[in-house]
């Protein structure tokens, strides 16, 4: 079986045991929260290989400005850290070592435990980096090496970001190219004279970059050069979630529309085509 947690309006968190050989699902439990927790990123770590019972870590953080490490037996904090903005977005390095957050105040932070050695072992907060001063980021991913991140912000930019991370501090921060969301508008003929902006980025193993945007267009982005290739406007209103299947053939953009669309990936070639809408 797998876990799934899903974060409530009124800041309360539901744990789900998913069986995905009978297709059934059942609640495990639920987390406390408060009205006003607007919660953006839940985060699983697994702290060993027993998955028989609920051997995992799960962390929270969203506009509140903490982030929240959970014990999922006693249904309460195991550790709190407050940081001095919203959150927007939080990630797990592909080494599952550490963690950055992406704030309201353009910047994002690293946290890493403090005993590297134990899974168990708290986190602390050792390194803050720069990327748009003073302006909101909305969403953060990792390249599958770890060695890229991929930064949208409230200005309309995405930006590659070649990042190393050394002994719990951030020893590379450099851009390399940034891209303005703007450009998706033009290929659609659809101008639009608010700031268009990515709610949220989805990074494939190629580093190819989808991203949905506040105007409702599936952005496809050459990661290794900042090319825009394709902009769809299918959704009619804001993209707020994307995924894609494990073959990475098949990516799915969610809106607040209510609808669900399927772009499939063509063969041999790094295009991509509208497949269907639910």
Not at 53 to 58: K, V
Not at 180 to 196: K, P, Q
């Amino acid at each position: 079986c797998e876990y799934l947690a899903t974060a409530r309006k009124n800041g309360q968190i539901e744990i789900w045991r998913i069986f995905t050989d009978e297709r059934f699902s059942s609640l495990v439990t639920i987390l406390p929260g408060k009205e006003g927790k607007n919660i953006r990123s839940l985060i699983w770590q697994q702290c060993c290989s027993n998955a028989s019972s609920i051997d995992y870590r799960l962390f929270s953080c969203g506009l509140h400005g903490q982030f929240v490490d959970w014990n999922l037996r006693t249904r309460s904090p195991r550790q709190v850290i407050t940081l001095p903005c919203a959150i927007w977005s939080a990630i797990v390095h592909p080494n599952g070592k550490c963690f950055l957050l992406a704030g309201e105040d353009g910047r994002v932070r690293l946290l890493v435990p403090k005993d590297q050695n134990n899974h168990d072992s708290e986190l602390a907060l050792t390194a803050v980096a720069s990327v748009s001063h003073s302006k909101r980021l909305l969403d953060i991913k990792f390249s599958a090496d770890g060695n890229r991140l991929f930064v949208s912000s409230i200005t309309g930019e995405i930006s590659r970001i070649n990042i190393e991370i050394a002994d719990g501090k951030i020893v590379k921060f450099q851009k390399e190219w940034t891209l303005n969301v703007a450009d998706g508008s033009y290929l659609t003929n659809e101008i639009h004279s608010d700031v268009e902006f990515a709610w949220v980025l989805h990074v494939l193993n190629d580093d190819t970059v989808i991203a949905g945007t506040s105007n409702g267009h599936t952005l496809f982005v050459d990661g290794k050069f900042g090319v825009l290739e394709s902009s769809e406007l299918i959704h009619n209103g804001d993209v707020v979630a994307i995924a894609s299947n494990s073959s990475q053939t098949s990516v799915y953009a969610a809106g607040i529309d209510g609808t669900v669309v399927c772009f499939q990936k063509l063969n041999d070639v790094s295009s991509w085509k509208f497949a269907v809408r639910k």
